[in-house]
């Protein structure tokens, strides 16, 4: 699968620009001051905090629940596991890069952990949802509508930039498919 390659190498050669301060950063920086402020704040705000551990965890928690009755217990425990896996991995990335924010001298930044929380917590909670909806399209379209609007709302607040967040979706993307791997792993062929 493409996805499982291309994830990984475009979050390394995004990491390698942020910890050089390679050619992309200019044109990131540049439109991610661009878009800063764009939109109603009271809207973007609404959709930064989609990324908040407070809102999309309890999400998370809610499909573990469904899947642990419906007996899926070792999905949901994987479940848990990639969430766990966030902090662990986007904590130290932010430590080591130690790049600024768009508007504020404060560093940290890369990748977004609010972009990595909402995608494994709304993309974790569709895997383990989607067998038991009688549309099984329906999560997986609502994880991402919730992850771009993360993204978007994070972007335009000016609280990342643009990269920041393409890393989360690459960190969340590699997170994802290794959780899709171990859950379908033990399941029979359709």
């Not at 044109?27 to 990324?51: K, N, S, V």
């Not at 080591?96 to 930044?109: I, K, V």
């Not at 607040?157 to 498919?177: E, I, N, T």
């Amino acid at each position: 699968m493409w996805a499982s390659v291309a994830l990984p190498v475009l979050l390394l050669v995004i990491t390698w620009q942020v910890l050089t301060d390679g050619p992309l950063l200019g044109p990131d920086e540049r439109l991610g001051l661009e878009l800063a402020g764009l939109g109603p704040a009271w809207l973007t705000d609404l959709f930064a905090d989609l990324g908040n551990m407070q809102v999309a965890v309890p999400v998370l928690a809610g499909a573990v629940l469904v899947a642990w009755f419906r007996r899926a217990r070792r999905a949901a425990l994987y479940a848990v596991v990639a969430m766990a896996a966030v902090p662990a991995l986007v904590v130290p990335l932010k430590l080591w890069t130690d790049r600024q924010g768009p508007l504020t001298e404060a560093t940290g930044y890369y990748p977004s952990g609010h972009t990595t929380t909402a995608m494994v917590a709304y993309g974790a909670a569709a895997l383990l949802l989607a067998p038991y909806m009688r549309r099984s399209w329906v999560t997986p379209v609502a994880a991402v509508l919730l992850t771009a609007a993360t993204s978007v709302g994070l972007v335009l607040r000016g609280y990342h930039w643009p990269l920041d967040v393409v890393a989360g979706w690459c960190l969340s993307g590699v997170l994802l498919l290794a959780l899709r791997a171990v859950t379908r792993s033990g399941q029979p062929p359709k």
